[in-house]
């Protein structure tokens, strides 16, 4: 009797010991996996389906990160959780987009890389093509296009505005010139001008005399034949008389 009690006694312990240790492990557990979910949900993972994974290629990561935002006319999608290099055919990298599923994109539509602030940091636009195809699926690859810095932009704005100022001054510097050289040219057509008028009013005087002696031959030839005519015979005699 004292024997069944004492194994009583000691499988109530081990089931008390039991249920402890199963509680214990239950509140080591739970919290464990609530950690890995959070960690899985801040690494952009969900269980949900109202999100889908596709891919950007791009030449250079220096401008892209993983964490780094994807948007839509200022319409935040998603972000970037991955990127890894493919060597093949050539060196580009393909970053991992999870994007939601709510807005409608197209299999061409373009993933512009760009700064959102002065800070520079950068940010994926999504825009969708103009003429509208096929919906963009799980997967599909989408070409990255990097948009040039704040930096590259504002050093081409200055190198613009700097030969902008180069072509005014040569411009101006030629226009002096060009005013110099019409009037040297109107001065000189000016001459010329008056020149030609000059020999126009010495010609006029020469061809009155040419006109006036042509008359005067002609009216001195009209007599010769009016008396050739009237006394034929003596032209004749006379000329054989004064030979």
Request: charged letters at 25%.
């Amino acid at each position: 009797m004292l024997r069944f009690e004492t194994h009583k006694i000691i499988g109530g312990i081990r089931q008390g010991l039991g249920r402890v240790e199963y509680r214990v492990g239950l509140f080591v557990i739970i919290p464990a996996v609530v950690m890995v979910f959070l960690i899985l949900v801040k690494l952009g993972y969900t269980l949900a389906s109202s999100t889908m994974d596709v891919y950007v290629k791009v030449n250079s990561i220096t401008s892209l990160k993983k964490g780094t935002p994807v948007q839509i006319k200022g319409y935040r999608l998603g972000r970037v959780v991955d990127i890894r290099p493919v060597f093949k055919p050539a060196l580009h990298f393909l970053a991992t987009l999870r994007i939601s599923r709510d807005i409608e994109l197209y299999e061409d539509c373009a993933a512009v890389i760009t700064n959102q602030n002065v800070i520079g940091d950068p940010v994926v636009e999504l825009r969708n093509p103009e003429t509208k195809g096929f919906f963009l699926r799980e997967g599909d690859v989408i070409e990255g296009i990097e948009s040039g810095s704040i930096e590259d932009i504002t050093a081409k704005v200055n190198i613009l505005l700097t030969e902008a100022a180069a072509i005014m001054t040569v411009y101006r510097e030629v226009s002096q010139e060009s005013r110099q050289d019409i009037r040297r040219l109107v001065t000189g057509l000016a001459d010329s001008v008056a020149n030609v008028n000059a020999i126009i009013q010495n010609s006029q005087k020469d061809i009155l005399d040419i006109i006036g002696s042509m008359r005067r031959t002609s009216q001195t030839l009209d007599e010769v034949s009016a008396e050739i005519k009237k006394h034929p015979m003596k032209f004749l005699f006379q000329g054989k008389g004064e030979k």
